[in-house]
């Protein structure tokens, strides 16, 4: 390949970041295809995106978090602090959608609080998500009590329960809701003032800024859509397993950051796709699933899943050297 | 610039996932030794969330009151955290205790600290998790988890009925000794041996209800031809029972764990697993307190191993099987009457 062509692959995985990841999601597919004579099969094809869901939906908002050249540390443990909260009101006989509520409303206070230090104070994410990230797993073990919390409540189960066949394939309202939420995403980000703003703020906040935009709005906004989604990943969470549990997800924001960043989107902020983000939760999930299928031991899952993230952040910086030069 | 905070960012959020943020110095300072006359009774488990230490805590914490022994209760911040273990140790020393009650983390993690504490006078007693060499403690008052492995597997051949086992195992973190005590206790129960055909493939958990629902559904995409599950311990079992549900799978399969939780005995009395085996964690908690007494008085020492016992909860008894029913299981679990 000439040094030409280079470039301009360079140049083409820049334009279109979704595009990596969506390649090594069809080669991983095909191959465990291949490789098994289970692994395509359209039940398996919906479970391994309902085993994505709850990750997916995480990664989702720390999209949004990314973009703006943030990071979220305590995504996972506010969801699971929201999950005990639903559980546990349902138990006490709340109204489900009552306690629905509540989950997601602290999921949401969770991301003001974290907006408002870092455009207040100018403190950096990872700092005071690491903060929170530590408070709220402490919360979720004192509202436990040592003890998970089964839930009954058919609403918050509906988005593991219901499920409709579309085209043959089992698909629940979880991932319809996933889908859903993405697309909406998706659309803000590409097609609003707002979407524009998120990509100027993480690419040069000072020029945003020079530029009109209001870039401590922009960015407390995205705390709160992404609190909102992290409340929505407790409900798909309730839907998997019926049972909070403060012991689950404990690595549910790497995770989360994992799918982001095989996802194509930079963790220096500006660059990147909620689409992306979905195909690299899927490529996590699609190995999961592969591996265990032909009997490969964890921790070999876990050194090609490494693996990756790595090769995902090599491609990211040759793609900008090429575009530098 | 950007890229060393890049750098930053990753290291720090790694460090987060697998350290505590504590830190604590170790000072040296006064440790008060046998026959002085009040017992201090420190205790260290794995974790303080997962609902068997919080019992074996709060056992513990009963029986130092009714005793009159001080007592205070640290732990690990996870599964696994030798470091926090060792830590926590060297804080019991600082407060000088006379005696250390540990659930180790891994059987051989915390060692040089435990030949510290014994070094400075301190008797050590292991409770739920033995130590390797088992006499780097002084006693050791736990599960057989081999025995109690053993049990889960010879009640599931037993409610097969001579059908050859068709097995997916649940392990759970992989290399602990707890793990492999009962992963090579249910294997000679059932009759079988590491790579088995009869197993037709294990995934491991690490206690996690999610991931094992995970490893379950993935393990059923390979085969959904079998008639056994092997769950290292109960939140895994209800992980492994929502995978198998979804399948419609659970009126074929004999489900087995181990725990006696409250919630795990429930489980069985609502059909999800068809047996559990439960563990007596107040026994071990209310012994070693009384240890500590004696040896505050005394100064006599407990020695060995003493088994706590376990027992297999079901409400489909099978002959050979010594059990006990879910309504024994709910007012025992975990040793504790409620």
Redesign the interface.
């Known amino acids: 390949m000439s040094t030409k062509d280079r470039e301009s692959l360079g140049e083409f995985l820049l334009r279109a970041p979704a595009v990596g990841p969506a390649l090594a999601l069809v080669v991983a597919i095909v191959v465990f295809s291949l490789a098994t004579d289970t692994f395509f099969d359209l039940d398996n094809l919906s479970t391994v995106v309902q085993q994505s869901l709850v990750v997916g939906t995480l990664a989702l908002g720390q999209t949004l978090v990314i973009l703006i050249a943030g990071i979220d540390l305590s995504n996972a443990s506010s969801m699971v602090v929201a999950t005990l909260i639903m559980a546990k009101l349902a138990a006490a006989g709340t109204n489900g959608f009552v306690a629905l509520l509540a989950g997601v409303v602290l999921t949401i206070i969770v991301g003001i609080f974290i907006g408002s230090l870092a455009t207040r104070i100018k403190l950096p994410a990872f700092i005071i998500t690491l903060g929170t990230f530590t408070m709220l797993t402490a919360v979720s073990k004192l509202i436990a009590g040592g003890q998970a919390v089964p839930v009954t409540d058919g609403l918050l189960q509906w988005l593991g329960t219901k499920r409709y066949l579309f085209g043959g394939i089992p698909i629940t309202y979880g991932m319809t809701l996933a889908l859903l939420m993405y697309l909406g995403i998706w659309y803000a980000l590409t097609k609003t003032a707002w979407g524009k703003h998120v990509y100027a703020v993480g690419n040069a906040p000072e020029s945003a800024r020079l530029s009109g935009i209001k870039v401590n709005r922009t960015v407390l906004s995205v705390y709160i859509v992404a609190g909102l989604t992290f409340g929505i990943a407790a409900w798909q969470a309730l839907g998997r397993t019926p049972n909070a549990d403060p012991n689950q997800f404990q690595l549910g924001n790497l995770d989360s950051i994992t799918a982001v960043v095989l996802g194509g989107t930079s963790l220096f902020g500006g660059r990147g796709s909620v689409l992306g983000t979905l195909m690299g939760a899927l490529v996590v999930a699609v190995l999961r699933s592969g591996l265990t299928q032909m009997n490969v031991d964890g921790n070999y899952q876990d050194l090609a899943t490494g693996a990756l993230l790595i090769a995902a952040v090599v491609v990211d910086r040759i793609a900008r050297r090429q575009q530098q030069s | 610039m950007?890229q060393r905070s890049?750098t930053?960012?990753v290291l720090?959020?790694?460090l987060?996932?697998t350290t505590g943020?504590t830190v604590e110095r170790h000072w040296g300072g006064n440790t008060n030794t046998g026959g002085s006359g009040k017992a201090k009774v420190g205790l260290v488990t794995k974790t303080?969330?997962?609902?068997y230490?919080?019992e074996l805590r709060n056992s513990a914490r009963a029986a130092a009151q009714a005793n009159g022994a001080d007592f205070n209760a640290l732990a690990g911040q996870?599964d696994g955290d030798n470091d926090g273990q060792v830590r926590a140790i060297e804080n019991l020393m600082q407060q000088g205790v006379n005696t250390i009650l540990i659930t180790p983390s891994s059987s051989t993690g915390v060692l040089k600290a435990i030949k510290d504490a014994r070094d400075a006078g301190v008797l050590v007693i292991a409770l739920d998790t033995a130590t390797e060499p088992p006499d780097a403690v002084d006693a050791t008052f736990a599960t057989d988890n081999f025995a109690a492995g053993e049990q889960q597997g010879a009640y599931v051949k037993a409610a097969l009925k001579g059908v050859p086992p068709k097995l997916l195992m649940v392990d759970g973190t992989?290399g602990s000794s707890v793990d492999t005590q009962r992963h090579g206790g249910f294997l000679k129960g059932i009759g079988l041996t590491d790579g088995s055909p009869e197993i037709k493939?294990h995934?491991?958990a690490n206690?996690?209800?999610?991931l094992a629902?995970?490893?379950m559904?993935?393990?059923l995409?390979?085969?959904t031809d079998i008639n056994a599950v092997y769950s290292m311990n109960e939140?895994m079992g209800?992980?492994a029972y929502?995978a198998l549900k979804a399948r419609g799978l659970t009126g074929q399969i004999v489900m087995g764990s181990i725990d006696g939780g409250c919630?795990g005995v429930q489980n069985v009395k609502d059909g999800q697993y068809a047996a559990t085996v439960m563990q007596f964690p107040k026994k071990m908690a209310e012994q070693g307190v009384l240890a500590a007494v004696e040896y505050a008085k005394t100064g006599k020492k407990p020695t060995g191993f003493v088994n706590t016992g376990s027992a297999v909860i079901t409400d489909k008894p099978l002959p050979g099987i010594e059990s006990h029913d879910t309504a024994w299981g709910l007012q025992n679990c975990w040793g504790g009457a409620k």
């Open positions: 950007r890049l930053a960012v720090a959020a790694v987060a996932a943020c303080d969330t997962n609902p230490f919080v996870f992989a493939g995934t491991a206690g996690d209800q999610s629902q995970q490893g559904e993935n393990l995409q390979r085969s939140p209800r992980g929502a919630e």
